[in-house]
């Protein structure tokens, strides 16, 4: 899936950031959605995911700050992070594919475009 991230910065522990994930040629919509992110020395996890039928999933250290969220009429995923932390830290992708199996098959991949990174200083 070709996408675009964007929205990431420097915050403040406590901050919060809107990640958007737009893609062009392919409908988001039909696909499983998920925001991954690589922190440096750590492998890369799934943050969040989205499914088809908009049912929404949560790595234990997102529960009850981010929300992943799509668009459908823009053709975008989106990340809300709340009450960042300095471990939030990382270079955050959006990816996607058929369900959620593919999803974590994809942790492996070595297809990934720039991401964009999130720095959260204490």
């Known amino acids: 899936v070709q996408v675009a991230e964007s929205g990431g910065g420097l915050v403040q522990a406590g901050g919060s950031l809107r990640l958007s994930c737009s893609a062009s040629?392919?409908?988001?919509?039909?696909?499983?959605m998920a925001w991954f992110r690589e922190a440096p020395g750590k492998e890369r996890d799934v943050v969040a995911a989205?499914?088809?039928?908009?049912?929404?999933y949560y790595s234990d250290s997102a529960k009850g700050r981010f929300t992943i969220s799509r668009d459908n009429g823009k053709n975008t995923i989106f990340l809300q992070m709340n009450s960042l932390k300095p471990e939030d830290t990382a270079v955050y992708h959006c990816?996607?594919?058929?369900?959620?199996?593919?999803?974590?098959?994809?942790?492996?991949?070595?297809?990934w475009g720039q991401g964009t990174q999130v720095t959260v200083s204490s």
């Open positions: 990816n996607g594919g058929q369900n959620l199996v593919a999803i974590t098959r994809l942790i492996g991949s070595d297809s």
């Open positions: 989205i499914t088809q039928s908009d049912t929404v």
């Open positions: 040629g392919t409908t988001l919509s039909t696909l499983t």
